[in-house]
């Protein structure tokens, strides 16, 4: 790929799915996004817009995985835009980067900031009198992007370990709870409440509200880029980046379904489930009682805490080689490995210090929080769908040993339809009547990124900034590794 060898292959197969699958993570997704499904769809949506979505998001993965086998390195979804593009190879590989370096930087802070709401929940069941404020929320998030930040920091044996540890948590813990759900209650909603439909969101168009429904699959099945950018640190990266990808997917869809209709089928009194604060930490106060509740808490906090450090992992990776080719402020920094543990330290820095930035104005509003923290869906999947739509558009596209063959355009053209439908019920109004509360800021939120890029691109970076960089011949190039 043009760059000298500086991070260590020490991730295996196995390693680089369970970023992927902890990115991902069925329990953090379900957990923070179902009361919004319940009151957007309900039943119906949540289970069949659950298997619908994820055959798409498979289509998706699989045109990404072709992709992530021709181009495995670090940069993934931005090098490869400049690769497959025909002209303009800077601009592409340029919005392609920054898309994706703000969605996953608002990944980061959602999941962390969910992870403290939550904590807080806990707290408040432990002991009642406690009264959980928004300042309070971002100092756990704080707290928990501190930890995050010095486990990536130290080793890739150990982001490796924890991952592995992430999976069994995750796989376990749905266990646990399924059981639990499945067990212990004295009775469960009838086969038929699988067709229950909801429609809460105050707009009259049931359509319209069993679509915005799909959101909470679109939004569970986010980050799965992570094997893509772990590219450069797994073995047999051809083969096995693709692989992680589709197979976190395909095992977060099946036990996600599952996880799924075992909430569902909990629920004892669905209008007071639906409009509590935590309507699935509700569901389990009312079917299991509040102890077993609190325990099952911990494994979803667990999941969600897995999951924030995968995403920090995933996005450092991202900010290292995007400065490797001069993309950012400061970029010699930032694209810099300590000699000791050969990891990227500083750019794990930034990559806590930005979700930082993100989650205070949840300080003063959680509205302000929500639209900024948006864009990191939108942001996301419009990164994974300029390379696919660029692969899209060639007609020589040099396939790496794991592809599609023939099926490779198909494929990649249903993934890009998917993602612009997705991503314009993610910019549409979620809930009426619309109010500055309830407003969906993420066109705003997108606009303000794709603003500011468009600006920088045209002030200096259009003459400096070519797209990724080539070190200089192969032979060059390992000599240059590990220096």
């Known amino acids: 790929m043009g760059y000298p060898r500086k991070l260590t292959r020490r991730f295996r197969a196995f390693d680089n799915f369970a970023i992927s699958f902890t990115i991902i993570n069925i329990i953090s997704g379900i957990f923070s996004s179902f009361g919004f499904g319940m009151n957007a769809g309900g039943p119906l949506v949540l ?12 289509f998706v993965g699989a045109a990404m995985g ?30 392609t980067g920054w898309l994706n ?24 069941m432990q002991w009642p009198d ?17 930890l995050q930040a010095l486990a990536n920091a130290y080793t890739v044996q150990l982001v490796a370990v924890v991952n592995r540890i992430s999976v069994w948590w995750l796989l376990i813990g749905m266990v646990v709870i399924v059981g639990a759900l499945t067990v212990i209650p004295a009775g469960h909603q009838s086969p038929s409440f699988a067709l229950h439909f909801v429609n809460n969101t105050g707009f009259t168009h049931a359509v319209y509200g069993g679509m915005l429904g799909l959101l909470v699959t679109s939004w569970t099945f986010t980050g799965f880029d992570g094997s893509f950018h772990m590219s450069e640190e797994t073995v047999k990266a051809t083969v096995n980046a693709p692989r992680g990808i589709m197979r976190a997917i395909g095992y ?14 909990a629920i004892r009194d669905y209008g007071h489930a639906a409009s509590a604060d935590a309507p699935p930490v509700q569901i389990l106060v009312d079917a299991l009682g509040q102890g077993t509740a609190k325990f099952l808490l911990l494994i979803v906090i667990g999941a969600m805490l897995f999951c924030g450090l995968a995403n920090m992992t995933s996005n450092t990776r991202q900010i290292f080689a995007f400065s490797r080719d001069g993309a950012m402020p400061g970029s010699r920094w930032w694209h810099s490995v300590s000699a000791r543990t050969r990891t990227p330290v500083k750019a ?27 864009v990191n869906v939108v942001g996301l999947f419009l990164a994974y769908a300029v390379p696919i739509f660029l692969r899209l558009r060639l007609d020589d596209f040099q396939a790496g040993p794991w592809n599609l063959g023939r099926y490779g355009k198909p494929v990649a053209a249903i993934a890009v339809v998917w993602i612009l439908v997705s991503n314009v019920l993610f910019m549409l109004p979620q809930a009426s009547p619309i109010t500055p509360a309830s407003f969906n800021y993420a066109p705003l939120a997108l606009a303000v990124v794709l603003i500011i890029a468009t600006v ?17 011949r192969p032979d060059e190039v390992a000599a240059m590794d590990l220096i």
């Open 47 to 58: 289970i069949f817009g659950w298997i619908g979505v994820s055959v798409m998001v498979l």
């Open 66 to 95: 072709e992709i992530a086998s021709a181009y495995p390195t670090s940069g993934a979804l931005y090098f490869s835009a400049g690769k497959l593009a025909k002209r303009h190879q800077g601009a592409w590989s340029w919005y």
């Open 101 to 124: 370096f703000v969605g996953q930087v608002g990944g980061t802070a959602a999941t962390n900031f969910a992870a403290a709401t939550f904590i807080q929940a806990f707290l408040a």
């Open 130 to 146: 406690y009264q959980p404020t928004p300042q309070e929320t971002v100092g756990i998030t704080a707290a928990i992007l501190l």
């Open 252 to 265: 977060s869809a099946l036990t996600g379904l599952i996880l799924m209709l075992a909430l569902v089928y």
């Open 348 to 374: 794990v820095w930034l990559a806590a210090a930005c979700p930082l930035v993100l989650v205070l104005p949840g300080w003063w509003s959680h509205t302000a929080f929500t639209a900024v923290v948006s």
């Open 456 to 472: 920088w691109w045209f002030a200096t970076a259009r003459r400096r900034f070519q797209g990724p960089v080539s070190y200089g």
